[in-house]
């Protein structure tokens, strides 16, 4: 039997009211704030990703889909959403517009990770970019927006997690301050943090291992090592979020897994679920543009995981309402009253009203039983007493209530019913 691949998983008919409930909540947050929805294509060029991600980021080095096209070119499946949309934003001009420029998107990302609980080989991404500014009050409008989010889903309980790992100024500074502390620790720390120390010795502070991450616990902070521009930055941002009356915590840890971030770094996260769990994550990227052949551009985001999302609100057992169902089954006896039938299931479709014909070859009580496992609030029955009459009965499933109504009016008379609904 064929099965998903591993690591990818379908979105059943029963999940589809979670989707629709992220989105449409995601959406109507976006035009609240004036962002405009932008979609990039699902490949592109690997090296968009290698220059923009950063080559020693686990990402580059572990996860990706890459291939060879038929055309020769190095492709790569989207990995994560930010490089695409500086991508957009300076080949078609973008720049020549009102600044800042306001972005959001959906989008699948694909990731060779191990699976695991709202992890995905194939995920789903909601995120939002901002570039064309550099003021700390557009991060805390960022930062605003995701906490709005998760406020407007009805998810309570969560973390938010705020730290600044400075820019190209102060940053080589502070990583030869990391060094020096882990100088005589690295022997006794994971494979990884041992390259890390060599490649990229801010992610030595983001490892999982439960040893290195002790080690990480006690490091410097970089806060404690911006220069006079970032510290100025991280000060207001402190100042705005305590104006606006969000919860935060500073985590001096907190550096995130791609190399494009600058100053601001931040993680929203369900209290006691540890960092694997984290539903909403972004930053400040002031350099990917220019890494990308650009102008000088600021540039700040976020994205929320789906999955993770639904998975946090299915924990919280949070009411989301019901999808509307099916309206109404039309059932009939008979090939003359199946003509009739089609007919008229057609005619509610054009009015706007869902509905199905019954299975073929059921008896009523069948066509019933099915009306009511399907869950649909009425029954419109064409049976040979109403084809004499050319008339239709409209029964209430719920009630058990019925009424025989004329055919030219059944559409009428099942939209004032369902209105009252």
Not at 76 to 101: D, F
Not at 216 to 229: E, G, H, M, T, W
């Amino acid at each position: 039997m064929y099965r998903a691949p591993r690591g990818t998983t379908d979105i059943l008919p029963e999940e589809q009211k979670y989707w629709s409930y992220v989105r449409f909540t995601a959406e109507k947050i976006c035009k609240n704030y004036g962002y405009s929805r932008l979609d990039t294509p699902i490949f592109e060029q690997t090296d968009l990703f290698v220059r923009g991600v950063g080559e020693v980021t686990d990402i580059v080095e572990k996860e990706m889909y890459s291939f060879l096209d038929r055309g020769g070119d190095y492709l790569t499946l989207r990995p994560e959403g930010t490089a695409s949309v500086c991508r957009a934003y300076l080949e078609h001009g973008m720049h020549n517009l009102p600044q800042p420029v306001r972005l959001f998107y959906f989008s699948p990302t694909f990731r060779y990770e191990r699976p695991q609980a709202g992890r995905f080989r194939q995920h789903h991404q909601f995120g939002v970019e901002v570039l064309g500014e550099s003021d700390a009050s557009i991060d805390v409008e960022i930062i605003d927006m995701a906490w709005r989010f998760m406020n407007n889903l009805g998810l309570n309980d969560l973390n938010l997690l705020i730290n600044s790992i400075g820019d190209k100024e102060c940053r080589p500074n502070y990583l030869s301050v990391l060094k020096a502390y882990y100088e005589d620790k690295i022997g006794n720390m994971c494979k990884d943090c041992k390259q890390r120390m060599i490649r990229n010795p801010l992610r030595l502070l983001d490892c999982k291992q439960d040893f290195c991450s002790l080690i990480a616990a006690n490091a410097p902070r970089s806060i404690d090592c911006l220069c006079i521009a970032c510290l100025e930055h991280w000060e207001n941002l402190v100042c705005y979020l305590t104006k606006l009356e969000i919860p935060f915590t500073i985590e001096p840890r907190l550096v995130r897994g791609l190399d494009y971030y600058t100053r601001t770094v931040f993680e929203i996260q369900p209290q006691d679920a540890g960092s694997q769990s984290t539903i909403c994550a972004g930053g400040r990227y002031d350099g990917l543009i220019e890494e990308l052949r650009g102008q000088t551009t600021p540039g700040i985001g976020f994205a929320a995981g789906i999955e993770r999302i639904i998975l946090a609100l299915k924990n919280q057992n949070v009411d989301i309402g019901n999808e509307e169902g099916i309206r109404a089954v039309v059932a009939y006896m008979g090939e003359e009253a199946k003509e009739k039938a089609l007919i008229l299931t057609s005619v509610l479709h054009r009015k706007g009203i869902s509905a199905v014909i019954a299975p073929d070859g059921k008896s009523l009580r069948a066509q019933m039983r099915y009306a009511n496992n399907i869950g649909a609030a009425y029954a419109v029955v064409i049976g040979e007493e109403e084809l004499k009459n050319d008339t239709v009965v409209i029964r209430d499933m719920n009630l058990g209530d019925q009424r025989n109504v004329k055919f030219g009016s059944v559409e009428y008379e099942l939209g004032v019913i369902l209105d009252k609904d």
